[in-house]
C-alpha cells in the first residue's frame, strides 16, 4: 500500500508539473525544458558510466551545459528570433570534440559518441517543445499518457502476441493496438466537447495526431529498452519512486516531440 501511495503521489507531482510548465507562461516552458534536459543529461550520464571504476563528471557538466544551450538557443529562437544565440551550441559541439584529445582514455570514440548521442537523444527533441503551442503541447502529453494506460490496460487483459519479444518481452500486440484506440478516442472527445480549445486544426489532422504520437510513443519506449538491455540495467534510475529514472518516465516524450512537430510541419505545408 505503501509503494502505491507513494508511485501515485509522485506521478501527480510529475502530471502537475508538466501541465503547469507548458501552459502558465512561456517562461515556465524554459524552465520545464531545462528541468528536464538537466536530469535526464546526469541520469544518461551515470548509465553509461554505471560500470566504470571512476566518472569523469567533467563530462558531463559539459554535455550538460551544451544541452542547456541548445534549449535556451531554441526557445530564444521561438519567442524573440534570437537565432544567433545558437552558435553558442556550436561552440559546444566544438569544445567537446577538443576536449577529448586531452582526456587520457583507451575508447575517445566511444567516449564522443556517448556525448554526442546525448545531444541528439536528448537535448535537440526537449528543445523543440517551445515551437507548439501550449493546449497542442498538453494534447501530445496526454495522448502520451493515455497511450501507455490504454496499452497496459489491454496488453493485460487480452495481451497475447509479443510485440517486441528481443527487447521488450511484455508488450503485446494487442496493447499496442489498446493505445492508439486509447489516443484516438481521446481526440474526437476533446474535438467534441471543447474544440475551441483543443482544435486549432481539422479534426482529422487532430486525430492523425494522436495517431503520430501514439506509434512514436511505442517506439520511445522500445528505444530506451533497447538502450538499458545493452548497457545492462533495470531503470535508468529512482528519481521518481516507483516510477524509476526521468529517461523511464520521458522516453516516450523523445520520439513523439521531433515526431509531433515535423507532423505538424508536414500538414501545414501541404
Known sequence: MKNVLLRSLSGAIYVALIVAGVLVSKWTVLALCLLLVVLAQIEYFTLYTHDTGKRKWGICA???AGAMILTGGMWLTQYYMLTATLAAYIVYLLGRLVMQIYISRDTPLINLAYSFMGQLYIA???SLLPFLEPH????????IWLNDT????????????????RISPKKSWEGFWGGIVFCVAAAILFGTLWPGYFLSMPVGMFIGMAFIVSVFATWG???????KRTLHVKDSGNIMPGHGGILDRIDSLLCV????????????LL
Open 62 to 64: 559539459v554535455d550538460t
Open 124 to 126: 535537440l527533441p526537449i
Open 136 to 143: 497542442i503541447a498538453l494534447a501530445m502529453f496526454i495522448f
Open 150 to 165: 490504454g496499452a497496459f490496460i489491454v496488453g493485460c487483459t487480452i495481451g497475447r502476441h509479443p510485440l517486441f519479444p
Open 221 to 227: 519506449d522500445l528505444v530506451e529498452s533497447m538502450l
Open 257 to 268: 516531440l521531433p515526431a509531433t512537430v515535423c507532423y505538424l510541419l508536414l500538414t501545414l
